[in-house]
């Protein structure tokens, strides 16, 4: 009999919700087992309310025969919350302190896993293009969730969000104004086209594809806190053997490597900003 955290049996919504994740696997490829299950939970049953299911067992019966509506159910379960330059003193520390280091490459790879819809990717490339790295870099923006890297690759966000992304820039040390990098028109503003030359978006599972290799620094800003333990050391072994020896690793301020098997293979360069360097 499964349990929960507490020894407890599991209720009938929760017994569903472990048949749908193991359905999705099984029928479509997408890997939610080991993912945090108070989250998991959480977000099936917001699906099924908003679309008014009564059962996950009737969601299941759904998405196992309905690819296009199983992209959209995937596209809910997945965490997409993103802004451009989000978390200022990240990008501060990217700019003060790797990209000195990085400037010893004649070829920069960088891999942005789970990029959702592509905010913080084009602002990696507007700080490389400031830095005068934008020639000589490539940055694989990747996600799960195909529907957001369509929307990703299209640069187009509503104008909404441009003023917390102008006070974001301002804060992460810009050289000049943000609205030098996009065009603003019909409430929405457009990303430069120029820095899209650099950005290759393509669907990656962090759960079941492989690494990405001989990468000099690999991004991954919280998704870990949404997944088990087990699977954050997987993660975090398929990032170490992504990155070259001295490559650096950035997580999201809510994560950290601490207490884990991967703890001692990096060098904190910013620990509060979750900036790393692979050390063996």
């Known amino acids: 009999m499964g349990q929960g955290k507490n020894g407890d049996p599991l209720s009938e919504f929760e017994v569903e919700v472990e048949c749908l994740m193991q359905a999705l696997y ?4 997408y890997d939610f087992r080991e993912y945090s299950r108070a989250s998991l939970r959480r977000r099936v049953a917001r699906y099924m309310s908003d679309n008014q299911i009564l059962r996950a067992a009737d969601l299941q019966h759904e998405l196992i025969r309905d690819k296009k509506r199983c992209v ?19 990008y501060k520390v990217i700019r003060e302190q790797v990209i000195p280091e990085l400037r010893s490459h004649p070829f920069i790879k ?4 789970g990029c959702s819809t592509g905010e913080e990717a084009y602002s990696m490339s507007i700080l490389l293009h400031e830095e005068g790295l934008g020639e000589r870099a490539v940055i694989y923006a990747t996600d799960i969730n195909s529907q957001v890297l369509d929307q990703a690759s299209k640069g187009v966000y509503h104008e909404k969000m441009l003023s917390s992304a102008r006070e974001n820039y301002k804060d992460s040390g810009g050289k000049s104004k943000l609205d030098d990098f996009v065009s603003v028109g019909y409430e929405r503003f457009l990303i430069d086209p120029g820095l899209k030359k650099n950005i290759v978006f393509t669907q990656h599972d962090l759960v079941t594809d ?18 088990r333990r087990e699977l954050q050391t997987k993660v975090l072994t398929l990032f170490h053997n992504s990155l070259d020896m ?20 990096y060098k904190a360069i910013d620990e509060s900003a979750r900036v790393f360097q692979r050390v063996d």
């Open 26 to 29: 099984l029928r479509w490829g």
């Open 246 to 265: 001295g490559g650096f690793l950035g997580l999201g301020i809510k994560e950290s490597l601490r207490s884990l098997p991967n703890e001692f293979r």
């Open 210 to 227: 492989q690494v990405f290799g001989e990468m000099q620094m690999v991004i991954c800003r919280n998704v870990l806190i949404y997944f």
């Open 110 to 113: 960088i891999w942005h896993a």
């Open 72 to 90: 959209h159910f995937v596209r809910g379960l997945t965490v997409n919350v993103t802004d451009m330059f989000r978390d200022p003193v990240f």
